[in-house]
Nanobody, 124 residues
Framework: QVQLVESGGGLVQAGGSLRLSCAASGRTFSNYAMGWFRQAPGKERDFVASITWSGGRTDYADSVKGRFTISRDNAKNTVYLQMNSLQPEDTADYYC?????????????????WGQGSQVTVYS
């Protein structure tokens, strides 16, 4: 069973930055795509960003394009989400997820391992 542990969330003023990290256990991290999703209070979980197994392709939700960057370090079994120009509407619990394959997707159904979530709160 793979464990995913997020860190790096917190409270930040609008316009600020945070970097989320997601450390994965196991030796097959590099075989799988990874994704970040978020869930705001009272709302459904939404796709934020994804990255293929090699890091060769990244995809983003329109709402974060140009502000967020997903990356991965397969040697460290870690995926990152750099979040810049944060806005109050970015407030949510952020979850990393491991894909079912090396191909990335914006659908949460293509991910079968999830972290516990990291809270991000942006105040104006």
């Amino acid at each position: 069973q793979v464990q995913l542990v997020e860190s790096g969330g917190g409270l930040v003023q609008a316009g600020g930055s945070l970097r989320l990290s997601c450390a994965a256990s196991g030796r097959t991290f590099s075989n799988y795509a990874m994704g970040w999703f978020r869930q705001a209070p009272g709302k459904e979980r939404d796709f934020v960003a994804s990255i293929t197994w090699s890091g060769g392709r990244t995809d983003y939700a329109d709402s974060v394009k140009g502000r967020f960057t997903i990356s991965r370090d397969n040697a460290k079994n870690t995926v990152y989400l750099q979040m810049n120009s944060l806005q109050p509407e970015d407030t949510a619990d952020y979850y990393c997820a491991r894909g079912r394959s090396g191909t990335s997707s914006s659908s949460e159904y293509e991910y079968n391992q999830w972290g516990q979530g990291s809270q991000v709160t942006v105040y104006s």
